[in-house]
């Protein structure tokens, strides 16, 4: 299995040579291992364009959230933080 830092490091590469839906695809699997990854919530955010992309991924992290709570506090301000940068893309599209 790979680590989580090894699907980031290839969605990166994907990303960079424009193949942003397997890039979703590695970066789904690193999600799949730890839902707290801020590296990987942030490369998610970079493999959608439209208001509506990031409209939809900011309705699956506030899913994700309220059923997976593990460590509240840590998990809250990671929330907040991943929300505010996508409201930060959505406001600037």
Known sequence: MPKVWELLDKAYALMDSGDKKSAQDLIEEALSHDLQNI????AYM????????????????????????????????????????????????
């Open 39 to 42: 590296v990987a919530w942030e």
């Open 46 to 93: 970079g493999t959608r364009n439209t208001r509506a992309e990031l409209e939809g991924l900011k309705e699956m992290v506030q899913a994700i959230w309220a059923s997976h709570v593990r460590d509240q506090d840590f998990l809250m301000a990671n929330q907040r933080y991943i929300l505010r940068r996508l409201d930060e893309r959505i406001n600037s599209l």
